[in-house]
């Protein structure tokens, strides 16, 4: 079955800056990438999505970009806020195995 | 909010229990997905219903067991209940499978004591 490997499982960034979020997965056939942000008691979000027909998605402050032959996609988002601090989760699936795997997640610190 | 209602929003029992955890999907949605997170945990995919018949099953412990009804809400029953199971339980939505987005309810919180 599919695996999500996320990295990095914590980062620290200061406020303005970028941030980098990095997954990769094992199977050539998956094709919907979500992203999710979760925040300190609140139930996961879906920030961002990305099918495997595109290879970058753009969303103001968030973007998500796929290369599918090295089977990894990236969430980046820039001029950090504190307001971004949050555990953030990726996913993938495909539609053969009627299931969505997620990343370990990463936690997001935006220093003021 | 994401349309998605689950109930209760926290519950607290003793070890051997057994509770049943509810879950309303989004208007128009048909698939149901049941997550167990624990303290500082990723989210564990235990079971998927789409239109009232199971469609893929996780990490799903033989004590714990879900059903869809007809009108497309979700149970989740859990059973002969161990410390180790206290969780953030996540309840979540999609149009129709895997291939849409998933949209979560606040969780049920579950202790155990």
């Known amino acids: 079955g599919e695996n999500v490997e996320q990295h990095p499982s914590t980062l620290s960034v200061q406020e303005g800056d970028s941030a980098v979020i990095k997954c990769t997965y094992s199977?050539?056939?998956?094709?919907?990438f979500p992203w999710y942000k979760q925040e300190l008691g609140k139930r996961p979000q879906l920030i961002i999505d990305?099918?495997?027909?595109?290879g970058e998605k753009k969303d103001q402050r968030i973007a998500v970009t796929l290369n599918k032959t090295a089977k990894h996609f990236s969430l980046h988002i820039t001029e950090t806020q504190p307001e971004d601090s949050a555990v953030y989760f990726c996913a993938a699936s495909y539609s053969g195995n009627n299931d969505m795997r997620f990343g370990a997640g990463t936690r997001l610190t935006v220093k003021p | 909010d994401s349309g998605v209602t689950q109930t209760p929003k926290h519950l607290i029992t003793a070890t051997g229990q057994r509770v049943t955890l509810r879950c309303s999907p989004r208007s128009g949605d048909l698939s149901v997905y049941w997550y167990q997170q624990s303290l500082d945990q990723g989210l564990q995919f235990l079971i998927q219903y789409y239109n009232g018949e199971e469609r893929a099953k996780g990490n799903i412990l033989e004590r714990f067991s879900a059903q869809q009804f007809p009108d497309l809400h979700s149970e989740l029953n859990l059973s002969s209940l161990e410390l180790g199971d206290s969780a953030l339980y996540f309840c979540?939505?999609?149009?129709?499978?895997?291939?849409?987005?998933?949209?979560f309810g606040d969780g049920t919180r579950l202790s155990i004591l």
């Open positions: 979540a939505s999609s149009v129709e499978g895997e291939q849409d987005p998933q949209h």
């Open positions: 199977d050539s056939a998956s094709n919907y």
């Open positions: 990305i099918r495997s027909n595109v």
